[in-house]
């Protein structure tokens, strides 16, 4: 079964650094996602996105998050100046037309 | 936009015995809701999930109710096993294109051997 994956697994960054994180979505879905889980918290939507641009975003994904396609498979998210409280784990998902979300594994992002 | 309230926060169940997790909508538009089970340390995984042309879905262990007039569903686990045991993530999106997903706040599962 094709899955949503996401490197690395673990992120270790000191606090004021650019991080990427990278996921490549499955192939033929055309929908993409960033969420984040505080640790023992519930999923936050972060954005979404489709045909090459953001189509929604939260109050949480401020001017220091970027989300890019930079080819056909690859789908990031870009943290520019990480801060303590961007600590979490982030999940990205994608989805084809009318069907449900499908998560990668997710990426540790551990901030010093 | 949408707020999704979940409940219980926590439930312990006997092995074998019936588990039942609610959720509380508050867009009457929203017309899909899915069920994330996660494992510790693991991405969230869809279980189950039901749109509201449906009142309920089966498969298998596991049911889904939905109530569009009183906007809450429910998660039904039959004949829980202690592998049940997880964080259960109730979902809804944030309009019907579903672009957004808002979970509600997880509810722990335990089942004891």
């Known amino acids: 079964e094709p899955e949503v994956t996401q490197t690395p697994s673990h992120q270790v960054t000191q606090m004021g650094q650019e991080v990427i994180l990278r996921c490549v979505p499955i192939?033929?879905?055309?929908?993409f996602y960033w969420y984040r889980q505080i640790l023992g918290q519930k999923v936050e939507f972060l954005v979404s996105?489709?045909?090459?641009?953001?189509?929604?975003k939260s109050e949480i994904f401020d001017d220091q998050f970027s989300v890019e396609r930079p080819d056909g498979s690859n789908f990031t998210l870009k943290i520019r100046s990480t801060k303590l409280e961007d600590s979490a784990m982030y999940f990205c998902?994608?989805?084809?037309?009318?069907?449900?979300?499908?998560f990668g594994d997710g990426t540790r992002l551990s901030i010093l | 936009g949408e707020n999704v309230e979940q409940h219980p926060s926590t439930l312990s169940v006997q092995e074998g015995d019936s588990a039942v997790i609610k959720c509380t909508y508050s867009d009457s538009a929203s017309n899909y809701f899915p069920w994330y089970k996660q494992e510790l340390g693991k991405r969230p995984q869809l279980i189950i999930d039901i749109r509201s042309n449906v009142g309920e879905k089966k498969d298998q262990r596991i049911a889904v109710t939905l109530n569009k007039t009183a906007k809450h569903f429910s998660l039904h686990i039959t004949e829980t096993q202690p592998e049940d045991s997880a964080v259960y993530f109730c979902a809804a999106p944030h309009n019907n294109a579903g672009n957004m997903l808002t979970f509600g706040g997880g509810t722990r599962l335990m089942v004891k051997p």
């Open positions: 998902a994608s989805r084809a037309t009318g069907e449900a979300q499908h």
């Open positions: 996105f489709y045909n090459n641009e953001i189509s929604e």
């Open positions: 192939s033929n879905h055309l929908y």
